[in-house]
């Protein structure tokens, strides 16, 4: 299953979630940023891959929603709330991604 996170800057929570994946044998996960600066910035095609969207807050459902109406028909974006206060990798962050994910994904190894 293809699946993509996303936050504002993809920095730290969505590129910290995508590395949640690495090598998973049954997810391919990526990640991307609504924000100029981001360090990929979410376009059409990250949404066309993707089988299921994961977004960190509501502004960037509502953020993706403007931009990409037409590809996000028919997909299933999740919103986690996850607030922006956790730096790349940190412990308390892999922790809430793994509690809020596992209500949509099977259990991560």
């Known amino acids: 299953m293809r699946i993509l996170f996303i936050c504002s800057q993809n ?4 590129l910290t979630a995508e590395r949640l994946f690495d090598d998973h044998p049954h997810y391919e ?3 991307a940023g ?3 600066g981001a360090r990929v910035r979410v376009a059409a095609g990250h949404i066309g891959w993707a089988e299921i969207i ?3 807050e509501r502004r960037h ?3 993706i929603q403007e931009k990409f109406a037409e590809e996000l028909r028919d997909k299933t974006v999740v919103v986690l709330r996850i607030p922006d ?3 790349f990798g940190d412990s308390t962050l ?7 994910l596992t209500a ?6």
């Open 54 to 56: 994961f977004v960190m």
């Open 34 to 36: 609504t924000e100029p």
């Open 29 to 31: 996960a990526r990640s």
């Open 104 to 109: 949509h994904l099977l259990l991560l190894s």
């Open 61 to 63: 459902a509502d953020r």
């Open 11 to 14: 920095k730290w929570r969505s």
């Open 85 to 87: 206060k956790y730096p």
């Open 94 to 100: 892999i922790a809430l991604l793994r509690q809020k």
